[in-house]
């Protein structure tokens, strides 16, 4: 059983240029979070989605966008990219009403330089 | 502004001793306060999690305690061994949040042979 897989797995971006990222849920998982980590941080809830739409967002600029699929899986795009963006960023799944046990994937490497 | 704290912010504890990391939460309520274990290059992992109607959880050698009127909970690893040195973080989800999970800034456990 796959659990949440995400690609790419490293990336390199120069500032001012956009990012897609991209993340496939857990078998059976219908709702994707996105977590921000800067290095020795924990990480940091950027928005979820659920049923297509964003439901929760956390405090991040609207340069960071998202988007789900049909099929559950999910896009995160950040615009603009500066270089504070540099981080590891986190794709997380769980069930349809659960909200609980959260599968975190290994993570995008994004380096902004 | 940092709702959950979490010390120390690295251990180092010999092989088959017991590994005791805190967290502490300010004037939100939460109701679900999972542990997360992340080794390098990986995403976070769930080890334990606890409900704040319970005042302690144990599955294997890992423990939880729940101090809801201090406000405090804390993992308690024991016979640690080396294969258990990692970064772990404790993580609180807000009431109504549906998915939004606070994590501390995590603390880097070595476990020495």
């Known amino acids: 059983d796959a659990g949440v897989t995400q690609s790419p797995t490293h990336l390199i971006k120069t500032r001012g240029q956009q990012v897609t990222l991209r993340c496939s849920p857990k078998?059976?998982?219908?709702?994707v979070s996105w977590y921000q980590q800067a290095l020795g941080q924990g990480p940091q809830f950027i928005f979820q989605y659920y049923e297509e739409e964003e439901r929760q967002r956390g405090n991040f600029p609207d340069r960071f966008s998202g988007h789900q699929f049909p099929n559950y899986s999910s896009e995160l795009n950040v615009n603009a990219l500066l270089l504070g963006d540099s981080a590891l960023y986190l794709c997380?799944?769980?069930?349809?009403?659960?909200?609980?046990?959260?599968?975190f994937g290994s993570g995008t490497r994004l380096t902004v330089v | 502004q940092q709702q959950v704290k979490q010390s120390p912010q690295s251990l180092i504890v010999q092989k088959g001793g017991i590994s005791i990391i805190n967290c502490a939460y300010e004037?939100?309520?939460?109701?679900?306060f999972p542990w997360y274990q992340q080794f390098p290059g990986k995403g976070p992992a769930l080890l334990i999690a606890?409900?704040?109607?319970?005042s302690e959880k144990k599955e294997g050698r890992f423990t939880i305690s729940f101090n809801k009127s201090a406000k405090q909970f804390s993992l308690h690893i024991m016979d640690s061994q080396p294969g258990d040195s990692a970064t772990y973080f404790c993580a609180a989800r807000r009431v109504g949040s549906q998915g939004n999970l606070i994590f501390g800034k995590g603390t880097k456990l070595s476990v020495k042979p």
């Open positions: 004037n939100t309520a939460f109701d679900y």
């Open positions: 997380a799944s769980t069930p349809t009403g659960a909200n609980y046990g959260y599968t």
């Open positions: 078998s059976g998982h219908d709702t």
């Open positions: 606890i409900r704040p109607d319970v």
